[in-house]
């Protein structure tokens, strides 16, 4: 199985994309795993909210095959506890998907269509971060899941 963590914008502070970086080679021990950035959508202060996200989607759906489970990092998704989450990596392993994307929408957040079109969320928090703390927060708690699969201390339950 493949992961990957789909993110609109890139990560603009080298310390977030050090942390990034060694997470994501931390997880090559456990499973083929990429960050991959898409370009952000150009705006203004004028730019209407709903025309970003239709313009985001556009750029999202290039990058998703059909076939792909793809899984929304959104504030309304179901939340998990690290081991449960390890829990919906196993389920997710044991599926035979070939990969899982999870998605990062931008700063207004997903259209309707993308709603629609992949109905799986996750949430990370109840509590609102920029979207360079999602990334790392989302990789570390991947990287715990796999610990807590393979039976690793790094998770000290």
């Given at each position: 199985m493949e992961i990957q963590l789909l993110c609109i914008g890139k990560t603009d502070r080298s310390f977030w994309a050090e942390a990034l970086e060694m997470y994501e080679k931390r997880l090559q021990h456990y499973v083929?795993?990429?960050?991959?950035y898409l370009a952000d959508v150009k705006t203004s202060?004028?730019?209407?909210p709903s025309k970003i996200?239709?313009?985001e989607t556009k750029l999202l759906l290039e990058k998703i095959k059909p076939g792909d489970m793809v899984i929304l990092?959104?504030?309304?998704g179901k939340m998990f506890n690290s081991a449960e989450f390890s829990k919906e990596i196993e389920n997710q392993m044991n599926s035979g998907k070939k990969?899982?994307?999870?998605?990062?929408?931008?700063?207004?957040?997903?259209s309707e269509e993308l709603y629609q079109k992949f109905p799986e969320r996750m949430a990370l928090s109840k509590m609102t971060f920029s979207?360079?703390?999602?990334?790392?927060?989302?990789?570390?708690?991947?990287y715990r899941a796999y610990t807590i699969i393979n039976n690793h201390p790094y998770h000290n339950a």
């Open positions: 083929k795993f990429s960050i991959r202060k004028k730019s209407d996200k239709l313009e990092l959104d504030e309304k990969k899982v994307l999870f998605v990062i929408g931008g700063a207004y957040g997903f979207h360079q703390m999602v990334r790392l927060f989302f990789c570390e708690q991947l």
